[in-house]
C-alpha cells in the first residue's frame, strides 16, 4: 500500500469506521540515513491512533535503531515489520517477502527491533503464507516470530509468487491463529462486511485487515461495521457521496502541498482517481480524462460530468461500462 495510506487517506479511512492504521511502509535504512526526505512517511495525526509505523529491511540492529528513532519523533501506538511486501524491488534488497526463505535472518530482524524498542510500545509484523506455492510456511515463521517478541502478526493469505492473483488461502491463516498464542488478523479478499463477518466466523483470526479493497471503497469499514452489528448490507454510497469524498481529497492533497504544485499533486493522484472510479457511470470515457487530469477544477469538471451521466442513462453507457 505505498502511495496509498498516506497521511491523508488514513484520516479518510478513519472518519468512514477504519479502527486500526498502518503507515505507508519506510525503508530502515531511509531512515538512518536521509531523515529528512524519509520522515514524512512516518506522519500521523493523533486523531489517527491507534496507528503503527511499518519498516522493512534486513538487518535487525539497524532496523531496531530505526525503529528507536520513530518512537522518538512521535510515539506511534506499535512498530510493524513488514516480512510481507512482494514488489521486485523491495525484495531485491532483502526486504519484505524474500525473508520468508531465510527464518534465520526473519528471526534476527524481529528480534532486534523488539529488544531494541522494549516495553515503549509493541511490535507487530506482517507475512505472507509463504514464497510459493511450494514453501507455504506461514505456520513456521508465526511459531518464530512469537518466540521473538512479536506482539501480533497479520497474515495475508497468498504466497510471495502469487502477488495478487489468485485467491487467498484462509484455511493457511486460520492455521496460523490456531498455532501461536499471539493475536493474528487475517488479511486477502476482504471486500465487504460480509467477508468480515465470514471470516470472522469461520476463522480463529483476532481481527481482520482490509488492503487494496479500501483503494476503490475506502467505505469499506463503515459497510463492515453496519454488517456486524445488524447482519445486514447498508444501502450503498451513492455517487454524489463518492464524488464529494474525492474531491475533499483532491482539495486536502493539494492543501498539503506534500507532492509540490497543484499540478504535480493532482498528476500523482490520477492512479488514485482511477481506483475512486472504478465502475462509475460513463467509465471509459472518465478514465480517458482521468489521465489528463492536472488541477481541482478538472476534477470538479469530471464530477459534473459524471454526475450528469448519471442522471442520462439512455445515452448508450451503462452504469459501470468499461
Same mark, same amino acid.
Given at each position: 500500500?505505498?502511495?496509498?495510506?498516506?497521511?491523508?487517506?488514513?484520516?479518510?479511512?478513519?472518519?468512514?469506521?477504519?479502527?486500526?492504521?498502518?503507515?505507508?511502509?519506510?525503508?530502515?535504512?531511509?531512515?538512518?540515513?536521509?531523515?529528512?526526505?524519509?520522515?514524512?512517511?512516518?506522519?500521523?495525526?493523533?486523531?489517527?491512533?491507534?496507528?503503527?509505523?511499518?519498516?522493512?529491511?534486513?538487518?535487525?540492529?539497524?532496523?531496531?535503531?530505526?525503529?528507536?528513532?520513530?518512537?522518538?519523533?512521535?510515539?506511534?501506538?506499535?512498530?510493524?515489520?513488514?516480512?510481507?511486501?512482494?514488489?521486485?524491488?523491495?525484495? &531485491? =534488497?532483502?526486504?519484505?517477502?524474500? $525473508?520468508?526463505?531465510?527464518?534465520?535472518?526473519?528471526?534476527?530482524?524481529?528480534?532486534?527491533?523488539?529488544?531494541?524498542?522494549?516495553?515503549?510500545?509493541?511490535?507487530?509484523?506482517?507475512?505472507?503464507?509463504?514464497?510459493?506455492?511450494?514453501?507455504?510456511?506461514?505456520?513456521?515463521?508465526?511459531?518464530?516470530?512469537?518466540?521473538?517478541?512479536?506482539?501480533?502478526?497479520?497474515?495475508?493469505?497468498?504466497?510471495?509468487?502469487?502477488?495478487?492473483?489468485?485467491?487467498?488461502?484462509?484455511?493457511?491463516?486460520?492455521?496460523?491463529?490456531?498455532?501461536?498464542?499471539?493475536?493474528?488478523?487475517?488479511?486477502?479478499?476482504?471486500?465487504?462486511?460480509?467477508?468480515?463477518?465470514?471470516?470472522?466466523?469461520?476463522?480463529?483470526?483476532?481481527?481482520?485487515?482490509?488492503?487494496?479493497?479500501?483503494?476503490?471503497?475506502?467505505?469499506?469499514?463503515?459497510?463492515?461495521?453496519?454488517?456486524?452489528?445488524?447482519?445486514?448490507?447498508?444501502?450503498?454510497?451513492?455517487?454524489?457521496?463518492?464524488?464529494?469524498?474525492?474531491?475533499?481529497?483532491?482539495?486536502?492533497?493539494?492543501?498539503?502541498? *506534500?507532492?509540490?504544485?497543484?499540478?504535480?499533486?493532482?498528476?500523482?493522484?490520477?492512479? =488514485? $482517481?482511477?481506483?475512486?472510479?472504478?465502475?462509475?457511470?460513463?467509465?471509459?470515457?472518465? *478514465?480517458?480524462?482521468?489521465?489528463?487530469?492536472?488541477?481541482?477544477?478538472?476534477?470538479?469538471?469530471?464530477? &459534473?460530468?459524471?454526475?450528469? =451521466? &448519471?442522471?442520462?442513462?439512455?445515452?448508450?453507457?451503462?452504469?459501470?461500462?468499461?
Amino acid at each position: 500500500m505505498a502511495g496509498v495510506t498516506d497521511l491523508i487517506f488514513r484520516g479518510i479511512c478513519k472518519d468512514l469506521g477504519a479502527d486500526v492504521m498502518v503507515t505507508e511502509f519506510v525503508s530502515a535504512e531511509g531512515i538512518m540515513q536521509a531523515d529528512h526526505r524519509t520522515r514524512k512517511y512516518t506522519e500521523f495525526s493523533d486523531g489517527q491512533r491507534p496507528v503503527g509505523v511499518q519498516l522493512f529491511g534486513a538487518d535487525g540492529k539497524r532496523m531496531g535503531e530505526a525503529a528507536r528513532k520513530i518512537i522518538d519523533w512521535k510515539q506511534p501506538d506499535f512498530i510493524d515489520i513488514n516480512f510481507g511486501c512482494p514488489v521486485n524491488k523491495v525484495v &531485491a =534488497r532483502n526486504g519484505g517477502s524474500s $525473508l520468508l526463505k531465510d527464518c534465520p535472518v526473519l528471526a534476527s530482524v524481529a528480534s532486534g527491533v523488539a529488544e531494541a524498542v522494549g516495553d515503549q510500545v509493541p511490535v507487530t509484523a506482517k507475512i505472507r503464507i509463504g514464497w510459493d506455492a511450494s514453501s507455504v510456511n506461514a505456520v513456521e515463521v508465526s511459531r518464530i516470530l512469537e518466540d521473538c517478541g512479536m506482539s501480533a502478526i497479520a497474515v495475508h493469505g497468498r504466497t510471495r509468487s502469487q502477488g495478487y492473483g489468485g485467491e487467498a488461502d484462509w484455511e493457511v491463516i486460520d492455521a496460523v491463529a490456531r498455532a501461536v498464542g499471539i493475536p493474528v488478523i487475517g488479511n486477502g479478499d476482504i471486500a465487504s462486511g460480509a467477508d468480515v463477518a465470514r471470516r470472522r466466523r469461520e476463522t480463529a483470526v483476532s481481527g481482520v485487515m482490509i488492503g487494496r479493497a479500501a483503494m476503490q471503497n475506502p467505505w469499506v469499514f463503515r459497510e463492515a461495521k453496519h454488517y456486524l452489528e445488524t447482519g445486514e448490507e447498508g444501502a450503498g454510497v451513492a455517487l454524489s457521496e463518492r464524488w464529494e469524498m474525492v474531491l475533499r481529497h483532491c482539495r486536502l492533497a493539494v492543501e498539503s502541498g *506534500r507532492n509540490g504544485s497543484e499540478k504535480q499533486t493532482l498528476t500523482a493522484m490520477r492512479s =488514485r $482517481l482511477m481506483a475512486y472510479c472504478k465502475g462509475f457511470p460513463g467509465a471509459r470515457e472518465l *478514465r480517458q480524462r482521468i489521465c489528463q487530469v492536472a488541477s481541482i477544477s478538472e476534477v470538479e469538471d469530471l464530477a &459534473a460530468f459524471s454526475l450528469g =451521466r &448519471a442522471e442520462s442513462p439512455d445515452d448508450g453507457l451503462a452504469e459501470g461500462d468499461d
